[in-house]
Each structure stands twice: as structure tokens, then as C-alpha cells.
């Protein structure tokens, strides 16, 4: 069996930690100067499978795409309602934990974790995530939807690396287990 696969949040942020405005917007994100798709080909070639909660599922199907854009990956929406599955996307109405160590003890590439913050923070909890990736962009929002939820945890991480894409820094942590 080759490595084990690795659960990898890869996610930009404001400089004060939010993901999203509180009405949900990212075209915050979009004003900030980058530098090409800022590192995106480059880690999307790293993975083979994309976890979402079921809000940021229908957040994303809400900004008038007509398919997911992660073709050839294999995308798992978690959910509490049982929903049919679709050509690009299965729906799990199981304990994510569960299914997600299933996931990684198969063969294959690593697994990101696209969100929610409900989501990454029941990874978070049992210290399931490998890898953090994060996108700092130079804008404070004040308000909005934090990246990480409060409560019940501690992770020790190790800095493995520090890029910049013209306004964006990229911080990559390593968890230390």
C-alpha cells in the first residue's frame, strides 16, 4: 500500500479570519491582487476527493453554475436529509468521521476539505485533518463567517511552508499528531 492519504483544508481567508461575509459573499476576494489561480492547479492535481458540507454544497449551486467544477474527483456532500445522488456528486447521510477514515485507509490521493466550518470542525475535534492551507488576503471584514469555530479543541502545528501570490500569503501547516 502506498502513503496514507491526507486530509487537507485548502481555503483563503481575511487577515482577520473570515471565509465569507455574513450574507455569505466572497467578492471581497475577488478585489485582492493574486498571482494566476494562486497555487489552485497546483494543489487541485493533489487531490482525488472533495468533501463538502451540505450548506456550502448549496451555496456553491447557488452562484449559477450548472455542474460542479471538480470534474473527475469524486464529491461527497454530508447531509442529514437522504438525498439521491447525482452524476458529479454522491450524498452521505452518515457520521462523517466514520466514513471520512474510511476514505483515507483506500488508496488514492488526498482529500480536501472544501467546508463548511461545521464540517472541518467535526474533523478538527478528533484530529482527522493533516494539512492546513490557508490563503490570507490583506482585507479586515470585521464581521462575518469565521473560518474556525469556537469550542472543544487544541491543535499543535509545524509551519512547513510559506508562498506568496502577489496580496495573498499562503500558510501551509502541518498538524503535529
Known amino acids: 500500500m502506498g502513503n496514507k492519504r491526507k486530509l487537507v483544508l485548502f481555503i483563503s481567508t481575511s487577515l482577520d479570519g473570515y471565509i465569507a461575509t455574513k450574507d455569505e459573499s466572497l467578492d471581497w476576494l475577488f478585489k485582492v491582487d493574486g498571482e494566476g489561480d494562486n497555487g489552485?492547479?497546483?494543489?487541485?492535481?493533489?487531490?482525488?476527493?472533495?468533501?463538502?458540507?451540505?450548506?456550502?454544497?448549496?451555496?456553491?449551486?447557488?452562484?449559477?453554475?450548472k455542474e460542479l467544477p471538480y470534474k473527475h474527483k469524486e464529491c461527497y456532500v454530508f447531509t442529514s436529509s437522504p438525498l439521491d445522488?447525482?452524476?458529479?456528486?454522491?450524498?452521505?447521510?452518515?457520521?462523517?468521521?466514520?466514513?471520512?477514515?474510511?476514505?483515507i485507509n483506500q488508496e488514492g490521493r488526498n482529500i480536501w476539505v472544501v467546508g463548511g466550518r461545521e464540517l472541518l470542525h467535526s474533523f478538527i475535534k478528533?484530529?482527522?485533518?493533516?494539512?492546513?492551507?490557508?490563503?490570507?488576503?490583506?482585507?479586515?471584514?470585521?464581521?462575518?463567517?469565521?473560518?474556525?469555530?469556537?469550542?472543544?479543541?487544541?491543535?499543535?502545528?509545524s509551519l512547513k511552508g510559506v508562498r506568496n501570490f502577489n496580496q495573498f500569503v499562503e500558510l501551509h501547516y502541518v498538524v503535529k499528531k
Not at 487531490?47 to 452562484?63: A, P, S
Not at 452521505?92 to 466514520?98: G, K, L
Open 40 to 65: 489552485y492547479s497546483e494543489f487541485y492535481e493533489t487531490v482525488d476527493t472533495i468533501l463538502f458540507g451540505k450548506r456550502t454544497y448549496d451555496w456553491v449551486m447557488k452562484q449559477g453554475i
Open 85 to 103: 445522488d447525482k452524476e458529479d456528486v454522491k450524498f452521505v447521510n452518515e457520521d462523517a468521521i466514520s466514513f471520512t477514515n474510511k476514505l
Open 126 to 157: 478528533v484530529k482527522l485533518v493533516d494539512e492546513f492551507i490557508i490563503k490570507v488576503a490583506p482585507i479586515l471584514l470585521g464581521s462575518g463567517i469565521p473560518l474556525f469555530k469556537e469550542g472543544g479543541y487544541q491543535l499543535n502545528l
